[in-house]
């Protein structure tokens, strides 16, 4: 069975930065690109970028270029989003997701709140 | 960017209905586009992939079909469990975007 298990609840200081893990088990994630989505509350989804774990290359949304940084430990199994300069608006709801044909594995989801 | 325009945003039906929602490309995108159902307080699950190909283990009463810039995400007789909110996604770009959804609310 795959499962993606991300880190928990984050609670950040406006100017901060949050690092979120996504551990993946029953795939080897340097077989598939993983992905990042966020939404924000009460909103819909917002793609913000993928990386190749195997390689280390990363896309991102243009919007999120200056916010996002991924990176993968392949030893691991687990992917990270450092997410920089927190602001108000950065408050959302961050999933990680593996690409198939679609996105057909979806972490729960962690809340990230940007108060200070 | 792709943009995906869904219609309508909201949608209220009965149990037993049938109903189709829309999503409509910015630009031709062949058939990369899927389709997603979430709930409250869930992680987005996969309906459909590639326009209207089924996934394992989703209800047949859930269907897909258009090419080109117009899709369509289609029920058969809504159940109660399937009052939520549903997102078309491209994936003919390399930069992946989302429409804004539909919401299928009970009448």
């Known amino acids: 069975e795959v499962q993606l298990q991300q880190s928990g609840t984050e609670l950040g200081k406006p100017g901060t930065s949050v690092r979120l893990s996504c551990k993946v088990s029953g795939y080897n994630i340097r077989n598939t690109y993983m992905h990042w989505v966020n939404q924000r509350p009460g909103k819909g989804l917002e793609w913000i970028g993928r990386?190749?774990?195997?390689?280390?290359?990363?896309i991102y949304a243009e919007k999120f270029k200056s916010k996002a940084t991924l990176t993968a430990d392949t030893s691991s199994n687990t992917a990270y989003m450092q997410l920089s300069q927190l602001k108000s608006d950065d408050t959302a709801i961050y999933f990680c997701?593996?690409?198939?044909?679609?996105?057909?594995?979806w972490g729960q989801g962690v809340m990230v709140t940007v108060s200070s | 960017n792709i943009v995906l325009t869904q219609s309508p945003a909201t949608l209220s039906v009965t149990p037993g209905e049938s109903v189709s929602l829309s999503c409509r490309a910015s630009q031709s995108i062949s058939t990369s586009i899927h389709w997603y159902q979430q709930k409250s307080n869930e992680s987005p699950r996969l309906l459909i992939k590639y326009a209207s190909q089924s996934i394992s283990g989703i209800p047949s009463r859930f269907s897909g079909s258009g090419s080109g810039t117009d899709f369509t995400l289609s029920i058969n007789r809504v159940e109660s469990e399937d009052f939520s909110i549903y997102y078309c996604?491209?994936?003919?770009?390399?930069?992946?975007?989302f429409g804004a959804g539909t919401k299928l609310e009970l009448k």
């Open positions: 996604q491209q994936s003919y770009s390399s930069l992946y975007t």
């Open positions: 997701a593996i690409y198939n044909s679609g996105f057909d594995y």
């Open positions: 990386i190749d774990p195997a390689n280390g290359n990363t």
